[in-house]
């Protein structure tokens, strides 16, 4: 953990302890924001027609549920552990560089519950279901019966935003309720500058760094606010 916060240029600067039946850890992060333009990079500020990137590969949830259950891989659950460990503030000043227009990560929501938080009134979205970047072994666990505690809530609380949710039995569609721990970035940046930011996330080391879909004008009352190809 000192580590990890040395990098960050966060001091440890006290503790508690406590006992119980298994091992655990965990931190409260005190800071104050900051941003080169001296602007904070919202949620929503995204426009129609702006491209959406993601710079890390989802899995992290489904794959340590198959863990707890002894059925996933250990080079998968390295993986995916390696994944964590990766800052997202190389990626963060990067979308500061290339203007991104809003951002957030991907926790426990999954990547469809942060998206929703995304879209503003009168915008929807579309996600390309094969572009997504995915953690070796999720997919196989998905098909095998596998989900995280938090999947069926997320798929509860935002599935029926999705067109066609009747069909959700296709696993990369499910992995869009996965809750991720220590998930990439969602950055919407206008299409002219997509590229770019990718380039330079993967050549950052966001190796998995991918667009994986766009910001749309809403043209419907319905529900349906992401559309899935």
């Given at each position: 953990?000192?580590?990890?916060?040395?990098?960050?240029?966060?001091?440890l600067?006290?503790?508690?302890?406590?006992?119980?039946?298994?091992?655990?850890?965990?931190?409260t992060v005190?800071?104050?924001?900051?941003?080169?333009?001296?602007?904070?990079?919202?949620?929503?500020?995204?426009?129609?027609?702006?491209?959406?990137?993601?710079?890390?590969?989802?899995?992290?949830?489904?794959?340590?549920a198959?863990?707890?259950?002894?059925a996933?891989?250990?080079?998968?659950?390295?993986?995916a552990a390696s994944a964590?460990?990766?800052?997202?503030?190389?990626?963060?000043?990067?979308?500061?560089?290339?203007?991104?227009?809003?951002?957030?990560?991907?926790?426990?929501?999954?990547?469809?519950?942060?998206?929703?938080?995304?879209?503003a009134?009168?915008?929807?979205?579309?996600?390309?279901?094969?572009?997504?970047?995915l953690?070796?072994?999720a997919?196989?666990q998905?098909?095998?019966?596998?989900?995280?505690?938090?999947?069926?809530?997320?798929?509860?609380?935002?599935?029926h935003?999705?067109?066609?949710?009747?069909?959700?039995?296709?696993?990369?569609?499910?992995?869009l309720?996965?809750?991720?721990?220590s998930?990439?970035?969602?950055?919407a940046?206008?299409?002219?500058?997509?590229?770019?930011?990718?380039?330079?996330?993967q050549?950052s080391?966001?190796?998995?760094?991918r667009?994986i879909?766009?910001?749309l004008?809403?043209?419907?009352?319905?529900?349906?606010?992401?559309?899935?190809?």
């Open positions: 953990a000192l580590h990890e916060f040395a990098a960050v240029n966060c001091q600067s006290g503790g508690h302890s406590m006992q119980g039946p298994e091992l655990s850890l965990g931190f005190n800071g104050v924001p900051i941003a080169a333009d001296g602007k904070l990079l919202g949620k929503v500020g995204a426009a129609p027609g702006d491209q959406l990137i993601l710079t890390k590969p989802l899995g992290t949830g489904v794959l340590f198959g863990h707890m259950q002894l996933a891989d250990g080079r998968d659950v390295s993986a964590m460990l990766q800052s997202n503030s190389a990626a963060a000043e990067l979308a500061l560089m290339h203007r991104a227009t809003a951002c957030t990560d991907i926790t426990g929501f999954g990547l469809l519950g942060h998206l929703l938080e995304m879209l009134q009168g915008h929807a979205a579309r996600l390309e279901l094969a572009a997504l970047p953690l070796n072994g997919i196989q998905i098909h095998g019966g596998v989900v995280s505690t938090m999947h069926d809530a997320n798929q509860r609380a935002g599935g935003f999705l067109a066609h949710a009747e069909l959700l039995d296709n696993a990369r569609k499910q992995i309720f996965d809750p991720q721990t998930g990439g970035l969602l950055i940046i206008p299409a002219n500058r997509a590229p770019a930011l990718c380039e330079a996330l050549n080391g966001y190796r998995e760094a667009i879909g766009e910001i004008a809403r043209t419907s009352s319905r529900s349906t606010l992401v559309q899935l190809d």
